[in-house]
């Protein structure tokens, strides 16, 4: 089912959840709304669901304008990050909830919960309670009851946030394996943007209501069209300075009063005829070398994070996030020289914080 | 250094050291509670008194505090060896009995001194007497003493105080409950001829040594229950000794029931004699008409029942669903509605008796429903009530549905329920504990409900249970109080079998709820 999201508004008093908001879902998709809490996205996903009416714009699912159709009528699937079971109910109880609602005959009701409890891994649960299931479990039979009516569209709200660590890595796969199999449209809501690269074919960055960038994990992560999104893709995440670009000895120059880089022809050619502009580059862009033309920095803090050493480091004004092989030893205090690598730098117009590569 | 790790390692009979530990304990307490009795007399009741204020309670106290001194040191001495008992148990316990000892002895020197305790100033005639027949034999008189300046003589037959025959037992017994300077007019019989002598007693100093063994068994056995005690029932003793007040009061109820009459809790039948026991009580629920008013106990039963039965449905059946509008749905005036019924919940009913009364008769016109809930009908009784309770049943109803989250009733909305089924398959499945507690404290209410009743009913058909109590006891005629005691208890029958079953959810009121969904 195609989900068309045009001009969508809503409005709580004088606050503004969501503002001109325009998504176009294909069928079949996964796409991840990420962004800060508070971002609009979670109210998004409920003007989806039918729970919230929208001030104003419309849904489309299919062809059909849903906004004032009622939740039950829209065929949808939703996962909360609560789970929301009913503790009152047995597993089989909660999972056939939706089909009892619709009246389907009772030995069909066994057949299909049997079918997708199997399938969710929780097919020897049935007849216990929620409150005596583990986390994973309760969030499987959660998944169970959305999938169960074989939904239009799958809801997500932040899903995985409750799961420990290595839960949610596995839960992760299963999820992304289940809704390319059944090929269902699926929207995601998280705020966690390793679960949405790694999981969505198109991601939405969402930020104080406003729509940021909508496009792949890799269009995003490499090509940022705004100075938030640049900054809230990736972890660690992109470093910026203020930077004046110049033709120089016939290449282009980025520097302030203590870098000066050479740019690739192509980007500096963008991005020198706007004067000061916020240059991005991201950590693992930089190499911690031993000599050569670089730039000498102050290392403030280090972090070992195992496969690499994440160095905190200051020159001038500008301080930056730097990935640094750990077998170095570098410690806090120390010097270091570091090598921008300049073929993936992003630049920013100050004013409209849009970026100067990719408009 | 040496000598004391000497004296530890080394386990004899005795240790010196624990010894005296122990009896310092006992001293310390023997002290602190001794200054406590000085500055009750000596300071507090001088302070009293001076500002004219007739007071016993320092007195009392200090009494208390004399009585009980003692056996508090004896406790000291046998906790202080507690920690002995494991290691050393003979020890433990000859070091504890040593300590009592010497504590016994301090102790009954102090009441010497200041005779107090078995030494306290006692009624006397100054003369001693043995059991005879016909009365008691006068055996010795204390020279100069009142008897013999009266004109007892040794082998004098008391045979009675002015009518009343005594033996020597009473006549002991009377002296001593005697206060000071009373007069015994004494009936004698002297040598064939009977006179009689009045004697007055005095206050004499009580230096029989002889009362101080018991005294010293007791200290004793204080001090060796005080070793064993187990720790842990300490304070169930404590709290059953709080409570005992209570339970004595309904331990009363149900031994009045069942006999002719009590005093204190002692059944006794016409004669005063104990026993007595009777169903003569109960006799009201089989036709018996123990008021007057020629109306059955069973009729009496099913209004109160009516009441209760009504008052929960309705303060369930509303304060659910407003509770549920008030936590759930945004609406204008919704804050100004929860203040208000805020309010409501602290008015007092009892100044809105008047308007309601015309309000009742109102409605009691009105045709059709007007014969169930006008004036002076179980139902439109209970209406009142219910109006009163639902300030309360609201609040609480939208205090458990706050605590149910969104995500829930948002899941069932998506999975197609509507918001009515949501509300009575998800919702209201949720709060059950809150849905009982309300509706037992409303069912009780209703059942033991008394002023409403009492002012909107008249005449004899629709009185309820505690408006029938009040009927018996009459302010003209003798009340017969084992009777009411026995429909109050009929009257509390249904509260005790509601409260068995239902106590589970009372206490388990956190346990179902919203448990397990996050």
């Keep these: 089912m195609e989900v068309k999201i045009e001009n969508l508004k809503k409005q709580f008093g004088q606050v503004i959840g969501v503002k001109d908001l325009d998504l176009n879902v294909r069928d079949g998709e996964f796409v991840a709304l990420l962004g800060p809490s508070g971002c609009g996205k979670t109210t998004t996903l409920l003007m989806l669901a039918g729970i919230y009416k929208p001030t104003d714009g419309t849904i489309r699912f299919g062809d059909r304008v849903v906004n004032q159709v009622q939740p039950r009528d829209r065929n949808i699937?939703?996962?909360?990050?609560?789970?929301?079971?009913?503790?009152?109910?047995?597993?089989?109880?909660?999972?056939?909830?939706?089909?009892?609602?619709?009246?389907?005959?009772?030995?069909?009701?066994?057949?299909?919960?049997?079918?997708?409890?199997?399938?969710?891994?929780?097919?020897?649960?049935?007849?216990?309670?929620?409150?005596?299931?583990?986390?994973?479990?309760?969030?499987?039979?959660?998944?169970?009851?959305?999938?169960?009516?074989?939904?239009?569209?799958?809801?997500?709200?932040?899903?995985?946030?409750?799961?420990d660590a290595r839960l949610r890595l596995t839960m992760r796969s299963e999820i992304k394996q289940l809704q390319n199999r059944l090929g269902i449209t699926a929207i995601y809501v998280t705020h966690d943007q390793v679960e949405a690269m790694t999981m969505a074919d198109r991601i939405a960055v969402m930020n104080q209501g406003v729509?940021?960038?909508?496009?792949?994990?890799?269009?995003?992560?490499?090509?940022?069209?705004?100075?938030?999104?640049?900054?809230?893709?990736?972890?660690?995440?992109?470093?910026?300075?203020?930077?004046?670009?110049?033709?120089?000895?016939?290449?282009?120059?980025?520097?302030?009063?203590?870098?000066?880089?050479?740019?690739?022809?192509?980007?500096?050619?963008?991005?020198?005829?706007?004067?000061?502009?916020r240059m991005?580059?991201?950590?693992?862009?930089?190499?911690?070398?031993?000599?050569?033309?670089?730039?000498?920095?102050?290392?403030?803090?280090?972090?070992?994070?195992?496969?690499?050493?994440?160095?905190?480091?200051r020159f001038g004004s500008d301080q930056f996030l730097v990935l640094a092989d750990p077998q170095k030893h570098i410690r806090a205090g120390d010097q270091v020289k570091l090598h921008f690598d300049m073929d993936s730098v992003q630049f920013f117009d100050l004013q409209s914080e849009r970026s100067l590569l990719w408009n | 250094m040496a000598a004391l790790a000497h004296s530890d390692d080394t386990p004899g009979v005795l240790d010196v050291h624990s010894l005296l530990r122990t009896i310092r304990n006992g001293l310390i307490v023997v002290v602190a509670l001794s200054l406590i009795v000085v500055i009750l007399t000596a300071f507090?009741?001088?302070?009293?008194?001076?500002?004219?204020?007739?007071?016993?309670?320092?007195?009392?106290?200090?009494?208390?505090?004399?009585?009980?001194?003692?056996?508090?040191?004896y406790i000291a001495a046998g906790s202080a060896v507690r920690d002995q008992l494991s290691d050393h148990p003979l020890r433990a316990v000859l070091t504890a009995l040593l300590a009592t000892l010497v504590l016994f002895v301090v102790i009954s020197i102090g009441?010497?001194?200041?005779?107090?305790?078995?030494?306290?100033?006692?009624?006397?005639l100054e003369m001693t007497f043995t059991e005879a027949e016909g009365g008691a034999l006068v055996e010795s008189l204390v020279p100069g003493g009142v008897a013999e300046e009266a004109g007892v003589q040794v082998g004098d037959l008391i045979t009675a105080v002015r009518r009343d025959p005594v033996t020597s037992g009473t006549l002991s017994a009377l002296i001593a409950r005697s206060a000071e300077d009373s007069p015994f007019r004494l009936r004698i019989v002297r040598g064939g001829e009977e006179t009689q002598l009045t004697v007055r007693t005095v206050l004499a100093g009580n230096d029989d040594l002889g009362k101080l063994l018991p005294g010293l068994v007791v200290a004793l056995i204080v001090t060796a229950v005080a070793i064993f005690w187990p720790g842990q029932w300490t304070p169930y003793v404590i709290l059953l000794a709080i409570l005992l007040p209570l339970l004595i009061g309904y331990f009363w109820l149900i031994i009045a029931t069942f006999s002719y009459r009590t005093e204190g809790l002692i059944p006794l039948d016409g004669q005063g004699n104990v026993g007595g026991w009777t169903l003569n009580n109960w006799n009201f629920l089989f036709g018996a008409?123990?008021?007057?008013?020629?109306?059955?106990?069973?009729?009496?039963?099913?209004?109160?029942?009516?009441?209760?039965?009504?008052?929960?449905?309705?303060?369930?059946?509303?304060?659910?669903?407003?509770?549920?509008?008030?936590?759930?749905?945004?609406?204008?005036?919704?804050?100004?509605?929860?203040?208000?019924?805020?309010?409501?919940?602290?008015?007092?009913?009892?100044?809105?008796?008047?308007?309601?009364?015309?309000?009742?008769?109102?409605?009691?016109?009105?045709?059709l429903v007007g014969e169930f809930i006008g004036f002076n009908k179980?139902?439109?009784?209970?209406?009142?009530?219910v109006a009163f309770e639902l300030p309360l049943g609201v609040w609480l109803m939208k205090g458990f549905f706050d605590n149910i989250p969104w995500d829930i009733e948002r899941s069932a909305l998506i999975d197609g329920a509507s918001r009515w089924r949501t509300y009575w398959e998800i919702l209201l499945p949720q709060i059950r504990p809150g849905i009982l507690a309300l509706g037992i404290f409303a069912f009780i209410g209703g059942w033991n409900a008394f002023l409403i009743p009492q002012t909107y009913s008249t005449g004899a058909g629709t009185i309820n249970l505690p408006v029938f109590l009040r009927q018996l006891i009459n302010e003209t005629a003798p009340v017969n109080w084992n009777q009411v005691a026995a429909v109050g208890m009929f009257q509390?029958?249904?509260?005790?079998?509601i409260f068995i079953f239902a106590q589970e959810y009372l206490l388990n009121i956190y346990a179902g709820g919203t448990k397990g969904s996050s």
Excluded: C
């Design chain 1, 77 to 163: 699937g939703m996962v909360f990050q609560s789970y929301a079971l009913y503790p009152h109910m047995t597993v089989f109880g909660n999972i056939s909830y939706p089909l009892k609602l619709k009246k389907v005959p009772k030995q069909e009701q066994m057949e299909r919960v049997e079918r997708v409890a199997n399938t969710m891994g929780i097919g020897g649960l049935l007849d216990r309670r929620p409150g005596q299931l583990s986390g994973g479990q309760q969030q499987r039979v959660a998944l169970g009851r959305a999938l169960v009516k074989e939904p239009d569209i799958l809801l997500f709200d932040e899903p995985l946030s409750n799961l």
């Design chain 1, 211 to 277: 729509l940021q960038a909508f496009d792949t994990p890799e269009d995003l992560y490499d090509r940022p069209k705004t100075l938030f999104v640049a900054g809230f893709v990736g972890n660690p995440p992109m470093n910026f300075a203020d930077v004046s670009v110049m033709a120089e000895h016939g290449g282009f120059t980025a520097r302030n009063e203590s870098i000066r880089l050479q740019v690739p022809a192509e980007r500096g050619q963008k991005a020198a005829a706007a004067g000061k502009v």
């Design chain 1, 280 to 313: 991005g580059i991201r950590p693992e862009d930089i190499h911690v070398v031993d000599e050569g033309d670089a730039v000498t920095a102050e290392v403030v803090i280090v972090e070992p994070l195992g496969r690499d050493a994440m160095l905190d480091v």
């Design chain 2, 44 to 73: 507090l009741r001088p302070l009293i008194a001076s500002v004219k204020v007739d007071e016993s309670v320092t007195t009392t106290l200090a009494q208390l505090v004399i009585l009980v001194l003692p056996y508090i040191a």
């Design chain 2, 111 to 124: 009441h010497f001194v200041f005779h107090l305790g078995p030494f306290v100033p006692t009624s006397s």
């Design chain 2, 289 to 367: 008409d123990i008021s007057g008013l020629n109306v059955s106990i069973w009729q009496i039963t099913l209004n109160s029942l009516i009441i209760a039965v009504a008052m929960m449905v309705i303060v369930l059946l509303v304060s659910s669903m407003a509770g549920y509008a008030l936590s759930r749905m945004n609406f204008a005036g919704r804050r100004a509605f929860l203040s208000f019924t805020l309010v409501l919940h602290g008015f007092p009913a009892v100044t809105l008796l008047i308007p309601i009364f015309f309000v009742m008769s109102y409605l009691g016109k009105v045709p």
């Design chain 2, 378 to 385: 179980p139902v439109g009784i209970s209406l009142v009530m």
């Design chain 2, 492 to 497: 509390l029958i249904p509260v005790f079998i």
